[in-house]
């Protein structure tokens, strides 16, 4: 099993539409979580980061359940420019930071 | 937030050469960074975890002997690619750790990446 799995993709929504993405770790240890942003061919970007109480940033909201180990980002009112690749990250003891294999998002005028 | 520089951002070079990437944490001190590798369309593959003073730990698969890591100073990792091949054309990409001082999370700040083709 992978450490840190996310949904498949790409995610294919119009303009305006809301999205999920889903994420579960297998690290009931892990200690820190975040969701990155990637654009092609560019290094990723900290989106924001992840707390059991949830937490929201203009039209992203992210979510950690860490009893069902279990972290989601909900984008909403998309924009075009919202199109990217969305990475889950946990970072264990040490520092050591694993991603997820990353959710293509794709908004469509 | 914290900058983490990467160089070159990319390198062609002849296969059977070697390639240096220098990855620098400018406003921090990091004790442990980490090197990652990017095929087209895939995630991010962890590549080894570069110590500063001591010895990489590399991930399995990961050949030690040819992707060569030294971390000399608490800012300056360098990942050699020795005896390159066309199939090392990659996306590399470091990373350095810090604890968020708000939110003592630690948070992960990327290098630009270094797009490397052998040819």
């Known amino acids: 099993r992978k450490e840190v799995e996310q949904d498949p993709g790409p995610f294919n929504v119009p303009e305006g539409a809301t999205v999920a993405f889903n994420c579960t770790y297998s690290n009931s240890a892990s200690q820190s979580f975040f969701w990155y942003r990637q654009d092609c061919r560019k290094e990723p970007k900290l989106l924001m980061s992840v707390y059991s109480s949830g937490n929201e940033d203009g039209r992203f909201t992210a979510q950690l359940n860490r009893a069902s180990q279990y972290i989601s980002l909900l984008i909403r009112d998309s924009k075009l420019s919202d199109s990217a690749t969305y990475l889950c990250?946990?970072?264990?003891?040490?520092?050591?930071?694993?991603f997820g294999a990353g959710t293509r998002l794709f908004v469509k005028a | 937030g914290a900058v983490v520089s990467q160089h070159p951002s990319w390198v062609i070079c002849k296969s059977g050469t070697s390639v240096k990437i220098e990855c620098r944490s400018l406003d921090f001190q990091a004790t442990t960074m980490f090197w990652y590798r990017q095929f087209p369309k895939q995630s991010l593959m962890l590549m080894a975890t570069s110590n500063e003073g001591s010895k990489a730990t590399y991930e399995q698969g990961v050949e030690k002997d040819k992707f060569l890591i030294n971390h000399a100073s608490l800012t300056l990792s360098t990942l050699t690619v020795t005896s390159a091949h066309p199939e090392d054309s990659s996306f590399y990409i470091c990373?350095?750790?810090?604890?968020?001082?708000?939110?003592?999370?630690?948070?992960?700040?990327f290098g630009q990446g270094t797009r490397l083709t052998v040819v």
């Open positions: 990373s350095a750790s810090s604890l968020a001082p708000l939110t003592m999370n630690t948070e992960a700040f």
């Open positions: 990250v946990v970072t264990t003891g040490g520092f050591k930071t694993i």
